[in-house]
């Protein structure tokens, strides 16, 4: 299969066309060198390449940033979705599109609705998964149209060695390595009595694929672990590995405006379509997440 990935060059998009590679895939990656807000740049490529499969990955995906510029994510996360839909009916109108939501469209969410499925309402909380909400719209309105394949993909939590600091996993491995090398004796941390479902990114890729090939068009699928974990066990656990003894001190600028409380969801959907779950535990990704960001600083 041909195929064309979106943000290649992003944490999971770097594991998306490893895996695709793997499986045999041909697979031409793009990312900063295709700006998907313009519409021609994106269309020019879509027609060079001519892929079987368009995995849409490029997204602006912090959280946190998206309060400071929501307009640069309406602008990059809706108008760029639209314009790869756009330029797909125009050159492989037969070409499968696997687009890249989140799970951050549920919103906040009462305990007792968990696990989350996919019938779940979805209401954002913040102007990064609003974003995404308005692009999973435009998704299924212009595959309509256009009788285009296009398959929504909302993936909680994940995890994995090539993660950025920005990420709440990596950024406490990375404050605790500093904090081992330094002597110092506590790090800053945010809200860690949140709890969150989190899935090894070789999981989440290995999903991704699998919708391609089995999926159905304009259906909304989960990617999870059905599993969630509170931020405060998983930040002493990386405590205990890396730099016992130190203090977790909460810093009020680490907070969000708006903070979901608990997520989890359920894989259910995606495993009766694809026979999908997760495989990999997140002691294994926590364990590789420290040996990565310690790779890291060897060779800086």
């Known amino acids: 299969m041909r195929v064309l990935v979106t943000g290649a060059d992003g944490f999971v998009g770097r594991h998306l066309t490893s895996h695709l590679r793997a499986r045999g895939d041909d697979v031409v990656g793009v990312d900063r060198d295709c700006d998907v ?42 108008l760029g979705t639209r314009n790869v839909m756009e330029a797909a009916h125009q050159a492989v109108p037969d070409a499968s599109v696997l687009f890249v939501s989140s799970a951050d469209v549920y919103g906040v ?9 996919e019938t779940h309402r979805a209401v954002p909380a913040n102007p990064y998964s609003q974003s995404k909400r308005e692009a999973e719209i435009l998704v299924k309105k212009m595959a309509r149209e256009y009788g285009q394949r296009a398959l929504i993909v909302r993936p909680f ?28 004796k506590e790090i800053a941390v945010g809200d860690l009595s949140v709890r969150r479902d989190f899935s090894d990114v070789r999981d989440v890729v290995r999903a991704y694929r699998r919708l391609v090939e089995h999926g159905t068009s304009c259906e909304i699928y989960n990617v999870a672990s059905g599993i969630d974990v509170a931020l405060a066990d998983i ?29 989890r969801g359920s ?30 600083r060897h060779e800086a």
């Open 37 to 78: 807000t313009d519409l021609a740049r994106v269309l020019d490529m879509v027609r060079e390449v001519q892929p079987d499969a368009i995995y849409h990955l490029a997204a602006m995906t912090h959280v946190g940033e998206s309060w400071a510029s929501p307009t640069e994510f309406v602008r990059v996360n809706v």
């Open 109 to 117: 969410v009462d305990p007792s609705e968990l696990p989350l499925d």
């Open 157 to 184: 939590n994940h995890v994995g060695p090539g993660q950025s600091v920005k990420f709440v996993v990596p950024a406490l491995v990375d404050r605790l390595l500093d904090a081992s090398e330094s002597g110092a």
């Open 235 to 263: 930040a002493l656990d990386l405590v205990s590995r890396i730099a016992p003894g130190v203090r977790l001190a909460p810093d009020p600028s680490l907070l969000r405006p708006v903070e979901v409380p608990v997520m």
């Open 267 to 296: 894989f259910a959907k995606i495993h009766d379509v694809t026979g999908w779950e997760p495989s990999i535990p997140l002691a294994t990704s926590l364990n590789d997440v420290i040996s990565d960001l310690r790779s890291r």
